[in-house]
């Protein structure tokens, strides 16, 4: 059984098979058999974030799952988001404020922000800082990042009225 | 690093999970959210040979409300928890304690039955289902047996759990309208694990307590129901009577020295937060006006 288990999954908006083993977690399986290499491996133990990917619309940590958990489930990853348009404003907002300095955390960031700003149109910086709690940056100091997503979050609810 | 090489079966009921845990005993793992068996594996803590995966098991998923007992299925995950009106109706420490419980990515996979069956001394949950008096009802072949919460705990990641059963559900009874509840914990961010937490239930009685449970966390093997509380039951809680308390508490604990904080800072934090406790519960500000312990 530790025999390679077929998958079928939803990758971005398209369907993907693969043989997998099952000792394969979903961040490896993402950057090595697909080529995914925006989603980055840090810890490995689901401390650091910076793996942060959307399965079934929810983030998660992808270090922590295994990609045979992910058979017939829809995996979104930083490619995803970023060539959607989804969170151009988001990005131009990081980029704007000096929120990203060597970048490996980044597409963690920007997939755990924008989860907050799906939910919360408004958040003051606690809740910004709670919500991106469980994403480390060795840069930053966190306060660009805050005012990032605080900047969009401004701008979007003005684009809304 | 990464796991190493393990066996996968993705079971299709819990009769099926538990033929495979008979089988192969402990040397399965069970995987429900993965996400301190994950990271146990990823740290090579350990290997097992078989995962067995229930993640699959709609039938031990939700939260439903049956006269005064609250039942929760082992699947819910912490997101579910956490938004669920029926927990912040009937058992709102649970509520609070969740937002305590790592961050919003670990919490949309993490499961309470996952929690409670891995039994970390640091963690929330496993203290709330004390406090909270909680029924852990586990299935094997032989049937169901039904375990209150305080005999589940045994010690560090130890449970009355065999390699043969499973966490099926948790009962909690609905908490009454005079009742209230106290939770925090110490953390040195938010989100990571408690250097001391104490979640407590109580039932109010005029100014005074009429019943109190208090679990604390992380400053022993197992959560800790304190049994110092006793001495604040019934009586009008005096400075000199929370003091009391709080020496009896310390001489009861036995916390653990690690890279976190020594034994001895464990022990002043518990007795701070009973003293924040009982402040909170009574509405009496004085109580915690320090120069406690």
Do not use: W
């Given at each position: ?6 998958i079928?999954?939803?990758?971005n ?12 977690n ?6 090595e ?40 489930a ?23 404020r ?13 997939m755990?922000?924008?989860?907050l ?12 800082r ?28 003005r684009?809304?009225? | 690093m ?9 079971a ?5 999970a ?10 399965a793992?069970?995987?429900?959210g ?8 990823n ?8 995962i ?7 039938e ?23 938004n ?55 299935r ?63 039932i ?16 022993g ?11 604040l ?40 937060l ?9 509405g009496?500000?004085e ?7």
């Open positions: 059984m530790t025999a390679l288990t077929q079928s999954l939803d990758v908006g398209e369907r993907v098979d693969a043989h997998v083993l099952p000792r394969l979903l961040a490896d399986f993402l950057r058999h697909l080529q995914l290499t925006g989603t980055h491996v840090g810890c490995e133990h689901g401390v650091c974030g910076a793996c942060t990917v959307r399965v079934n619309g929810e983030i998660v940590r992808s270090c922590l799952m295994l990609a045979v958990q992910t058979h017939g829809s995996v979104q990853t930083i490619e995803g988001l970023s060539d959607s348009g989804e969170i151009a404003d988001l990005q131009a907002a990081f980029r704007d000096n929120a990203l300095q060597c970048g490996f955390c980044a597409p963690g960031m920007l755990a922000a924008q989860d700003l799906k939910q919360h149109a408004e958040p003051d910086r606690k809740l910004i709670e919500h991106l709690s469980g994403n480390y940056c060795r840069c930053t100091g966190y306060h660009a990042i805050i005012d990032a997503v605080e900047t969009t979050a401004r701008r979007r609810m684009r809304e009225l | 990464k796991a190493s090489a393990f066996s996968y079966a993705r299709t009921s819990v009769g099926d538990l033929e495979l845990l008979v089988a192969h005993g402990d040397k793992k069970v995987l429900s993965g996400q301190s068996l994950m990271p146990a594996m740290l090579r803590l350990i290997s097992p040979e078989l067995v995966d229930i993640g699959e098991l709609a031990l998923r939700g939260i439903a409300v049956r006269g005064d007992v609250l039942n929760i299925g082992a699947l819910t995950r912490h997101v579910d928890l956490l669920s009106p029926d927990i912040a109706a009937h058992a709102p420490l649970l509520t609070e304690a969740i937002a305590h419980v790592a961050h919003p990515a670990i919490r949309n996979r993490g499961t309470l039955g996952g929690s409670l069956a891995h039994a970390d001394p640091a963690s929330e949950l496993p203290a709330c289902m004390v406090a909270l008096n909680a029924i852990i009802i586990i094997g072949q032989a049937g169901e047996r039904r375990i209150a919460a305080e005999d589940f705990f045994t010690g560090i990641y130890e449970t009355a759990l065999s390699a043969q059963e499973l966490l099926v559900a948790v009962e909690l009874p609905v908490t009454k309208k005079e009742s209230a509840h106290f939770f925090f914990e110490f953390a040195r961010r938010h989100g990571d694990y408690a250097i001391a937490g104490l979640a407590a239930q109580a109010m009685a005029g100014g005074r307590l009429g019943g109190l449970r208090m679990a604390f966390f992380a400053v093997d197992r959560p800790v129901l304190a049994r110092a509380v006793n001495k039951v019934n009586v009008t809680i005096t400075p000199a009577a929370l003091a009391d308390a709080a020496t009896a508490l310390g001489e009861e604990l036995d916390p653990q020295d690690d890279q976190q904080a020594p034994a001895s800072m464990r022990r002043h934090l518990a007795k701070v009973m003293a924040r406790c009982a402040s909170a519960l009574l009496r500000p109580l915690n006006a320090g120069g406690l312990v």
